[in-house]
């Protein structure tokens, strides 16, 4: 096959064969894609649940229509007839193509497996603390190799030049000054690497949990190598630098369970029958199916000047459902007072004494 195309190429034109080649390549390339394309329509549908098969297409579908090319390309390239320098310069561009596309496949091969992992280990389900841990670590796991790899491709890419080389030597005699001036421009990104990994193995948050930071309410979304991102509850997203969690204290809703307790405090005259209210906090709670049926409680805690504090304590399964019942509770326990012993309602009394009558 090789000695015939070498004959076809000595009566071809230059510009022809070239041309050619460079043709035949992509069009090897779009062949491929055109006859996987039923397949990956396929399996690309995520309605069907996993697939380990449907996991590579998505991921390795876009890369290997530029590595298929580049492949055949590489492989013909020695047939082409141009000078020895456009052969070189063909052949180092070709080589720099190539390290990418491999970079690239073991990037999306990481997403595969991390993909796998997510299947394997849901986070969905109600209590899914270890399913949050494993998905923490995870996360950060694939980042950091994502970012090594990277690190290493531009590397391999730099080494490949000569001129390179001599840059690369010159940075190692100033080793001495350079070092200083790199690890002082480079102390806080360090700190934030070091955190990322203090954080992703002893993990005093993980992926989806509650927490109470600058005093917002939210969840953690994404923890990535420098910082840290909170959804917070109206949608908008708090970025904060992971460092800020090793050196800042926070309210971590979710550390061991998802299950908190729930309080409504009611204000209200110190007529009214605390008993009444008790039953009706239970029959609140009986009817609603955001209570988990563990914690129903009202006490009176406190006297004010003017008023009795009520506290009612209830129990849920997570955070949400807890605001929620809340706010049920606390409109219809007022209802409950305003219907039955609205004299029971906070009041300001002021009594008023007759003067004697002066003569």
């Given amino acids: 096959m090789i000695d015939y195309l070498t004959k076809l190429s000595v009566r071809t034109p230059d510009l022809l064969w070239n041309t050619a080649i460079i043709v035949f390549s992509i069009l090897v390339g779009v062949l491929i894609k055109s006859i996987l394309e039923p397949i990956i329509k396929k399996y690309s549908n995520t309605e069907q649940g ?96 994502v970012a090594i790899i990277v690190i290493i491709t531009i590397a391999i890419i730099l080494l490949s030049f000569e001129s390179m080389r001599k840059i690369g030597a010159g940075l190692l005699t100033g080793v001495g000054v350079g070092g200083i001036i790199i690890g002082f421009a480079a102390q806080k990104s360090l700190g934030n690497l070091l955190a990322g990994f203090q954080i992703a193995f002893t993990q005093p ?59 409504v405090f009611i204000y209200t005259d110190f007529t009214i029958p605390v008993g009444n209210l008790r039953q009706e906090l239970s029959r609140l709670l009986k009817e609603n199916p955001l209570w988990d049926g563990k914690v129903d409680v009202l006490q009176v805690t406190d006297f004010k000047i003017d008023v009795m504090e009520i506290r009612c304590l209830m129990s849920c399964r997570n955070s949400g459902d807890a605001f929620d019942l809340r706010c049920y509770v606390r409109e219809n326990m007022i209802n409950f007072i305003k219907n039955n012993y609205p004299e029971s309602l906070s009041q300001t009394r002021v009594v008023l004494k007759n003067a004697p009558s002066q003569v």
């Fill in 205 to 263: 948050m993980r992926i989806d949990d509650v927490l109470i930071v600058e005093g917002e309410w939210g969840k953690v979304e994404e923890i990535t190598l420098t910082y840290v991102v909170v959804n917070i509850w109206d949608k908008r997203r708090l970025i904060l630098p992971i460092q800020y969690f090793i050196e800042t204290p926070f309210q971590n809703w979710t550390r061991t369970t998802a299950e908190i307790l729930g309080t």
């Fill in 50 to 145: 996993y697939s380990i098969i449907r996991s590579s297409i998505k991921h390795f579908r876009l890369t290997f229509t530029f590595f298929i090319p580049l492949l055949i390309f590489n492989a013909l390239l020695p047939l082409m007839k141009i000078e020895p320098a456009t052969h070189t310069f063909f052949q180092k561009a070709i080589e720099i193509a190539l390290t990418v596309c491999f970079a690239v496949i073991l990037i999306r091969t990481i997403r595969i497996v991390e993909d796998y992992l997510y299947y394997r280990h849901d986070y969905t389900k109600a209590d899914n603390l270890r399913e949050r841990k494993l998905r923490t670590q995870i996360q950060f796991i694939r980042k950091l190799l």
